[in-house]
């Protein structure tokens, strides 16, 4: 199926574009509705989002500040802490999107993030190891729903190839979350001994009450699906289901019955794209709780560790930016992947082999790891959404990715051990592997969507159009094109 053509556009002259159903679309007014989906979709999101991996991953921070200390926690407890988390936020994660659907997404996502916060703060106020599992368990609950209701609610709003940009900005957050999130923590740390209370604990305070607050203000800025959202006018609407059609065609998913559950769970894509995530994810992970430890490790205090982990997550958000911008461009995802995983195998196959290395070299092999784990996260999730389409499919199949995939992240949090210090041959092996899991689910993905393109191509896929279900096909319709 044709894209729309995007023209240059001057302010004297306003040029209008035919696409192949015969839309009319004026192209200034389609320009001036992107600016304005851009300001008033993706901050909240943003904002959201750097709050939930600060809650998520700030553990990594207390841990450096006497958390184990304080709650009496030995051997393996730390690892247990940080997995614990996972098994609720990967059971709820498909639910959630499910509820989601039903409802304004101005409330959902409020609600939780306040539930979270909630929890956060409590993390804070535990008294042993069995209050912070507790905790942990909470927030994992009600996090669930974050990440995958935001790629799903940002994807409603634009076209196939104006997404990867737009996410990436969005992912950006968890990436600065790892940077700064060092760096408040350490100035948090600084109130240790204010109320009887350690530093650790403050940081799990300040930061819960933060995401409290948010929480509230989520319910009165974030925006809800297209077709009910304030910021737009009524001509702005109709522009953008317009503009939205005429990128996917016909392929909608907009009933959700037997034969629609089947197309969905059937599809080899979605399972690809779990597993391409579950790979990839791992990395993400370890590097934010891991990489204030590491650099700790490497001869630094707590203090100045927080401080030198910050440049290698500044670098992690350039270069996912950048590889975003690229991947829209070139209308391509799968090679940008790769680049990603090669870069981070080279920092992993460095730390692999450090007997011999100096401490510069090793806090050189972390600006090769976060960065190309972070160049090809966000394009594996933006690429599964391209490549399924429909209010429904879209929803579960990002929430099955995100939950699902997010078994990398028990993962990452139980191959670091303790006791292999400072050299973890586990943990890096580990992650060099399934950095691999990811590239052979990618390369997987690619062929799959360049055979099933050429069947479409031929006619192959045409008898579809004649079954029973031919007007909720989603991404199963014939017309409609998979991105490589």
């Given at each position: 199926m044709a894209e729309l053509r995007k023209p240059s556009i001057s302010d004297e002259k306003v040029e209008v574009i035919n696409d192949t159903a015969g839309t009319h679309i004026d192209a200034f007014a389609e320009k001036k509705l992107l600016r304005k989906c851009d300001l008033y979709v993706l901050p909240p999101l943003f904002v959201l989002f750097l709050l939930a991996f600060l809650d998520r991953t700030n553990i990594g921070n207390a841990r450096i500040q006497g958390l184990e200390a304080d709650l009496d926690m030995h051997?393996?407890?730390?690892?247990?802490?940080?997995?614990?988390?996972?098994?609720?936020?990967?059971?709820?994660e498909v639910p959630s999107n499910l509820v989601l659907k039903k409802l304004a997404p101005s409330t959902w996502l409020s609600l939780i993030m306040i539930l979270w916060g909630v929890a956060t703060v409590g993390m804070g106020l535990v008294k042993n190891f069995k209050g912070l599992i507790a905790m942990r368990v909470l927030l994992g609950f009600f996090e669930a729903g974050l990440f995958p209701g935001c790629i799903y609610l940002i994807s409603m709003y634009y076209k196939r190839y104006e997404l990867q940009w737009r996410?990436?900005?969005?992912?950006?957050?968890?990436?600065i979350a790892g940077a700064f999130g060092g760096l408040l923590a350490f100035a948090i740390a600084k109130m240790d001994g204010?109320?009887?209370?350690?530093?650790?604990?403050?940081?799990?305070?300040?930061?819960?009450?933060?995401?409290?607050?948010?929480?509230?203000?989520?319910?009165?800025?974030?925006?809800?699906?297209?077709?009910?959202?304030?910021?737009?006018?009524?001509?702005?609407?109709?522009?953008?289901?317009?503009?939205l059609s005429a990128d996917t065609g016909d392929a909608v998913m907009n009933r959700l019955d037997m034969r629609a559950a089947r197309r969905i769970f059937s599809d080899p894509k979605i399972y690809l794209g779990v597993l391409a995530y579950f790979g990839i994810v791992n990395t993400g992970y370890a590097g934010s709780f891991f990489v204030p430890t590491i650099v700790k490790e490497l001869g630094y205090t707590s203090s100045v560790a927080q401080i030198r982990s910050i440049p290698i997550f500044v670098v992690a958000t350039v270069t996912a930016v950048i590889a975003a911008y690229v991947s829209d461009r070139l209308r391509n995802r799968y090679w940008l992947t790769m680049l990603?995983?090669?870069?981070?195998?080279?920092?992993?196959?460095?730390?692999?082999?450090?007997?011999n290395l100096s401490a510069?070299?090793?806090?050189?092999?972390?600006?090769?790891?976060?960065?190309?784990?972070?160049?090809?996260?966000?394009i594996v999730l933006v690429w599964m959404s391209n490549l399924v389409s429909g209010h429904y499919k879209r929803s579960v199949s990002s929430a099955m990715q995100v939950g699902f995939g997010n078994i990398g992240g028990i993962?990452?949090?139980?191959?670091?051990?303790?006791?292999?210090?400072?050299?973890y041959p586990t943990g890096y092996g580990v992650s060099l592997g399934m950095l691999w899991i990811c590239g052979a689910a990618c390369t997987g993905l690619f062929f799959l969507v360049k055979i099933e393109n050429k069947k479409r191509d031929k006619g192959e896929r045409d008898w579809r159009l004649e079954e029973p279900d031919a007007d909720n096909l989603g991404d199963d319709h014939p017309h409609f094109?998979?991105?490589?």
């Open positions: 051997n393996n407890d730390y690892n247990i802490a940080l997995f614990i988390f996972f098994i609720p936020y990967i059971l709820f996410l990436t900005l969005f992912f950006t957050a968890s990436i204010i109320a009887g209370y350690g530093g650790w604990r403050w940081i799990f305070i300040i930061e819960g009450i933060a995401t409290v607050v948010m929480g509230i203000v989520t319910k009165f800025w974030c925006t809800d699906w297209p077709e009910t959202a304030r910021f737009l006018t009524e001509d702005e609407r109709a522009l953008l289901i317009a503009r990603g995983l090669v870069i981070a195998s080279i920092g992993y196959i460095m730390l692999l082999a450090q007997n510069g070299v090793k806090y050189f092999a972390l600006f090769l790891i976060v960065p190309g784990g972070y160049i090809t996260q966000p993962v990452a949090s139980n191959v670091f051990f303790k006791t292999e210090a400072p050299k094109r998979l991105t490589t």
